[in-house]
């Protein structure tokens, strides 16, 4: 008869609780570990042994290992912290992603840069595995389109209208489909105006330094000006008009070559406008590729004749600038989304909107008292 020593069983119990110890330690993720998945060239590279409190930096390097893209090449597209791209120091914790969280880069090899004299095909291939959105950001940070936005910055001229006001932010508006139809027949230019344009103009301006910019001639701009009324109210002032000719040519491989009006040329001349207080309205995305968060895309007002008595784009869009010139940062902001914008009531700012509300209101003799 076999009798098992309780000496033996003891050992065997405590020989199991070692061993599933060592099991857990080895097998069990670190505290805080993360898996991501990084995107890159149309291929995906999984990433492990990270934690929380490893940074951007410790993030890039395992990139680099796996994709073999070093960390300053490496342009990671949907990687953000208070919606702007995060310092290499910067913890993973501060980023709050999920596991699994698929990272968008961009980057080339160095043996692919290498042969920098020629065109940049392979940009497209990188470039189409990504939707709009990241395809933007690339197309911003692109150092020969800054390059061309330097060279307007020195070369173009502008004519000054008005001087900028103290403390006034910048709305940059577009004239063909914008404020005008240009296609549509008429009998004068105020059938062609798109609705409540001066109203606009007017509510614009109390916190807006107000810049046209048209992808036509000068001289085209002027007389369009000058046709709707604009050049010579009274109750607003334009700063100054912009042309084709400070627009710069860029390619993307959804667009081709195109031509945008880049705000880093405006940015560039006065220092006092930035992507902190400056919106532009446009009828054409494609325009606003080199400012992307800056740009709001407009309704087109075409056939005028039809659409003038029910086109209120204007006026909801004079809300709009009202609403958010209190803010001290407009990068916050998601332009798409401008219709659904609440502003913020309860804070501050929201407190000096309402007030201002009013007195405008009393001012103008709309108010109850
Ligand atoms: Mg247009």
Known sequence: MNIIHPYTTCSIVCSKRIFSWVLTKIFRPMEGEKKFVVKWSGKEFELCNLSESDSVATLKEAIHKETGVRPERQKLLNLKFKGKTPDDECQLSMLKLKPGFKIMMMGSLEEDIADASSPPEDIPEVVNDLDTEEEEVAIENREEYLAKIERRIREYKIKMINEPRPGKKLLVLDIDYTLFDHRSSAESGYELMRPYLHEFLTSAY????????????MKWIEEKMKLLGVSTH?????????DSLAMISIHTPKHGVF???PLGVIWGKFNQYSSKNTIMFDDI????????QTGLRIRPFRQAHLNRSCDKELLRLAKYLREIAVLDDFTCLNHRHWEKYKPPRERGEGRRARERDRERERERGGGES
């Open 259 to 261: 031509d945008v009006k």
């Open 206 to 217: 109390e916190d807006y330094d107000i810049v046209i910019w048209s992808a036509t001639s």
């Open 234 to 242: 009274t109750n607003y002032k334009i700063m100054f008009h912009l």
């Open 285 to 292: 995305r494609r325009n606003f590729l080199m400012n992307p």
